[in-house]
């Protein structure tokens, strides 16, 4: 898309692949629902997650732990739940919600904090 990362992106050639897969998924087609549909569209779904472990996990926490997710500055409500992915980028957490059915949360790994429960 910026012609001016052409020549910075050539040694990358596995990034650039990756690049060219992204951009075949396309945008899809964008159809408005209220929340109580998304919502249902959750509860009907079955959650897939890769189960992940980050070998240098800074607080030595494994998946199928208990744990809670909260922002660092603004995070009021914890998000707990069975820890599925730890890695440098992101976190995910598997919980069971009354009206969604069972859920995986995915946060950046930026800015939250994670503690066993």
């Not at 914890?78 to 995986?104: F, H």
């Amino acid at each position: 898309m910026v012609p001016q990362t052409t020549a910075i992106l050539e040694p990358f050639a596995h990034l650039r692949a990756w690049m060219e897969r992204i951009e075949a998924f396309g945008h899809g087609k964008i159809t408005e629902i209220d929340g109580k549909e998304a919502v249902e569209v959750a509860r009907k779904a079955t959650p897939r997650t890769e189960t992940l472990a980050d070998s240098e996990e800074p607080n030595s926490l494994t998946p199928g732990d208990r744990v809670e997710v909260v922002h660092e500055s603004f995070g009021r409500d914890p998000v707990a739940g069975e820890l599925t992915t730890s890695s440098v980028q992101e976190i995910a957490v598997r919980r069971r919600d009354e009206r969604a059915g069972e859920v995986v949360v995915h946060f950046p790994r930026e800015h939250y904090v994670v503690r066993r429960v």
